[in-house]
């Protein structure tokens, strides 16, 4: 299987076609919703295992929402942003559970690091009512959902991996589903913090870098796992080969004609400029110098979408 090197389905899939240059993946369905100027929802429905060997994806349903300009959104545009996840993810929610049913959010990350720290930061803000309902009933309305939240940590600092928490948790909880937030990693420096994934196939944290953990997902949990993840780091290799293809169509704005300049643009450049760049047995890791910004953008969103879906 190639090595994607990203956890978005959608980029993937446009991967796949570019490099074995195809319209279409057997297995593969694509949607487009343009929501306004800034907002772009893009959906990829893996439906054999055709699909799923092809990107390396699971069976399952993969929604991204793009959003332009989203270091300089003001509060219209996130909560527009909200909104457009909200909607999307309580379509997802329905298919799992009644509206009446537990639902368990899950912050996958370390509060530590800004760019895995979207997951925990998330929890802050999250409206849990489990304990209200369960200790001060007088105080609830009618049908609120019973919702409870956590943050457990990663393996380096608790010893434990973050599957074998939940399984507890889910074995005395007993929620009826899981929604997981966690960082992800993207093949275009355009994609850090301004695109949102989610996906009803559940989550393997740490792939999109080489550190992966053990799935959390309806296998290893008994539950249905929805996650939702934004990209917060690229690959060296991603920015440079992005840097490339500018540089390319700044030359080709002056040499349309050269043969060379148009085939390299045309190809993927990725393993090349990966191979070229790994000095020994380092490939680094980046995220931009707003990453704080961004991730308390994308937290604000995360956590208001979740909020008014469930």
């Avoid at 600092?157 to 899981?178: A, Y």
């Avoid at 040499?255 to 060379?260: H, Q």
């Amino acid at each position: 299987m190639y090595n994607f090197r990203t956890d978005l389905a959608v980029e993937r899939s446009d991967i796949y076609k570019k490099v074995n240059q195809l319209n279409q993946i057997d297995g593969i369905e694509t949607t487009d919703e343009e929501i306004n100027e800034n907002i772009r929802v893009s959906r990829v429905k893996v439906t054999n295992e055709n699909g799923e060997k092809a990107i390396g994806k699971p069976i399952g349903s993969y929604i991204t929402i793009d959003v332009k300009k989203l270091k300089l959104a003001g509060e219209e545009e996130i909560q527009k942003t909200s909104e457009t996840l909200s909607k999307e993810l309580r379509q997802m929610i329905d298919v799992h559970t009644d509206k009446q049913e537990d639902i368990l959010i899950v912050g996958l990350g370390n509060i530590y690091v800004t760019p895995d720290a979207l997951g925990p930061k998330v929890i802050n803000e999250i409206d849990v009512t489990r304990h209200i309902i369960k200790y001060l009933p007088q105080y609830v309305e009618d049908g609120t959902r019973p919702v409870s939240a956590i943050s457990p940590g990663v393996l380096g600092t608790t010893g434990i991996e973050t599957v074998e928490i939940l399984k507890g948790i889910v074995d005395n909880v007993k929620p009826r589903l899981l929604i997981v937030i966690d960082a992800l990693a993207s093949r275009s420096i355009e994609r850090i913090s301004s695109t949102i994934q989610i996906s009803d196939t559940g989550i393997v944290p740490g792939a999109g870098v080489g550190n992966t953990r053990s799935e959390i997902s309806q296998n290893s949990l008994g539950i249905p796992v929805i996650a939702i993840g934004i990209p917060t780091v690229v690959e060296l290799a991603t920015l440079v080969s992005d840097g490339i293809d500018i540089f390319i169509d700044r030359l080709q704005e002056k040499a349309e004609s050269n043969e060379y300049l148009n085939r390299l643009q045309e190809n993927d450049k990725y393993e090349e400029v990966k191979e070229a760049l790994n000095v020994g047995d380092y490939n680094m890791i980046v995220t931009p110098k707003e990453i704080d910004e961004l991730i308390e953008n994308m937290k604000d969103v995360v956590a208001r979408g979740i909020n008014f879906a469930v």
